[in-house]
């Protein structure tokens, strides 16, 4: 990718430049793309085979057999199949999409496709999938794997594959949270690619603004997607199904960077400070796994910068204080609890004593 960032630099290529046509193509001929957030393990099955299962003259475990299914989601004309182990976290999620690939499919069957997939040709001679899974998926469970429909196909693989997904993906609003954040973070990769390509360039590198603009969202959006992809825990819970809207889940995730900082001192965070954030966050989000504990069981005030300030903290009951911590609120069972006052109390000395 860095290499062909580089040329497109050096020659000076538009960065969108790709061009197209609309072609019918057969669904056989098509290939889905599994590091794409619509991407399900899935397996296509012959338009004769669909016919025979759907008439029982073929089970569900000689379709598995035949076409080593196990752990995927059988696609044929008028059937889906889901060979996730049932109950499990994948078979959910499966699920999930066979639900809405069925009720785009029915759709399809009664009236046309507004919005095609796009697809690139392969060396192979086949084509991938570039935007539109889903309709792809829905496609073949309407007319058939054996059938051919119409595609926006590009003359060759974009330069900017990724960043085209997440652009579709992001005004999605069926798409669940975690392709949106996966589909991001696969955008980000090839900005940072090209950035790199700049800068060995001589050039200098996107701004935030353009970044947000290639990626077609908004400068907020974009702070959204990039709080939100800070720590994997975010990630992680949205992949195992919760459902929090992303400015719930953004207000938890700067809600405890700031406790935490304020609880510790800190002003920057380390890798083992990011680490218990994370994991803070992921409890906070799905109420699993308790949190764990302080790498120290040590209580720290902030530096106390004046005589004045340390002879009130000593020679003072400071529960007395009004220094804005509600002290019968305070949980001495809890570290963060007690350090988030104690850092709050030192804070209000050394205010107090320098604005005396």
């Known amino acids: 990718m860095e290499k062909i960032f580089v040329s497109v630099v050096n020659n000076q290529d538009p960065l969108h430049s790709e061009s197209f046509e609309y072609q019918s193509v057969f669904l056989s001929k098509v290939r889905p793309d599994p590091t794409n957030g619509r991407f399900l393990p899935s397996v296509f099955i012959s338009d004769e085979d669909a016919r025979l299962f759907i008439e029982k003259r ?3 475990r000689q379709l598995v057999d035949k076409y080593e299914a196990e752990e995927r989601v059988i696609i044929g004309k008028s059937c889906i199949i889901n060979c996730m182990k049932y109950g499990s976290q994948e078979w959910s999620k499966a699920q999930k999409s066979v ?3 069925i009720e785009l499919g029915d759709n399809i069957a009664v009236c046309e ?34 059938s051919y429909e119409q595609f926006k196909v590009y003359d060759r693989k974009p330069l900017f594959t990724k ?11 069926d798409l669940p949270q975690y392709g949106k954040l996966q589909a991001f973070q696969n955008a980000l990769s090839e900005i940072e690619a090209l950035n790199k390509a700049r800068k060995g360039a ?28 800070r720590y994997p825990s975010v990630v ?35 890798a083992i400070d990011k680490q218990t954030v994370s994991e803070t966050i992921y409890a906070r989000m799905t109420g699993k796994n308790q949190v764990r504990k302080p790498a120290t069981d040590m209580y720290k005030l902030e ?8 002879k009130m903290l000593l020679t003072s009951d ?28 030192s804070q209000y000395l050394n205010q107090d004593q320098s604005q005396g």
Request: proline letters at 2%.
């Open 303 to 310: 530096p106390i910068r004046s005589a004045k300030a340390l």
């Open 58 to 60: 073929l089970s569900k």
């Open 163 to 173: 960043v085209k997904q997440f652009q579709e993906n992001a005004s999605r609003e």
């Open 113 to 146: 496709m507004i919005q095609v997939p796009t697809i690139y040709p392969l060396d192979s001679g086949d084509f991938q999938i570039l935007t539109g899974h889903r309709r792809f998926f829905a496609l073949v469970y309407a007319k058939g794997y054996d």
């Open 318 to 345: 400071v529960t007395q204080i009004d220094c804005g911590v509600n002290w019968q609120t305070v949980d001495w069972e809890d570290h963060a609890s007690i350090s988030s006052a104690l850092v709050q109390l």
């Open 236 to 270: 992680k819970a949205y992949e195992e199904g919760n459902s929090l809207s992303f400015r719930k889940a953004k207000k938890i995730v700067i809600t405890i960077e700031s406790e935490f900082k304020l609880a510790e001192g800190r002003k920057a965070l380390n």
């Open 99 to 101: 639900d809405t690939i």
């Open 202 to 229: 001589g050039q200098r590198a996107l701004t935030i603004k353009e970044v947000a603009a290639n990626l077609g969202i908004s400068m907020g959006a974009y702070d959204n997607y990039n709080v939100l992809t």
